[in-house]
Nanobody, 117 residues
Framework: QVQLVESGGGLVQAGGSLRLSCAASGTTNSANAFGWYRQAPGKLRELVAVMSSRGSTNYADSVKGRFTSSRDNAKKTVFLQMNSLKAEDTADYYC???????????WGQGTLVTVSS
């Protein structure tokens, strides 16, 4: 059973930076994708970035050039480096694991990012 635990959220001023982490436990498939999503109050959850074990990384237009996703396969941990944060980046941030062979999806519990203007 795969479980995800996010960390790194907090309060930061506009223009600042935060780095989120998502640690996976359990048996993960080598063919996988890790995605970062966010949900602001009153809004739908939206994709921020997704990394595939096949080598591709995609970002939402709203974060391109500011956010960078990376992974440490040995530690089964993915990261989201967020720079030049804006008030509109305020949201709960979630990590999602997808097994690309079976379609299994697992969500983390989320971590709150608050950007003060």
């Amino acid at each position: 059973q795969v479980q995800l635990v996010e960390s790194g959220g907090g309060l930061v001023q506009a223009g600042g930076s935060l780095r989120l982490s998502c640690a996976a436990s359990g048996t993960t498939n080598s063919a996988n994708a890790f995605g970062w999503y966010r949900q602001a109050p009153g809004k739908l959850r939206e994709l921020v970035a997704v990394m595939s074990s096949r080598g591709s990384t995609n970002y939402a237009d709203s974060v391109k050039g500011r956010f960078t996703s990376s992974r440490d396969n040995a530690k089964k941990t993915v990261f989201l480096q967020m720079n030049s944060l804006k008030a509109e980046d305020t949201a709960d941030y979630y990590c999602k694991y997808t097994d690309l062979n079976t379609g299994l999806e697992v969500w983390g519990q989320g971590t709150l990012v608050t950007v003060s203007s």
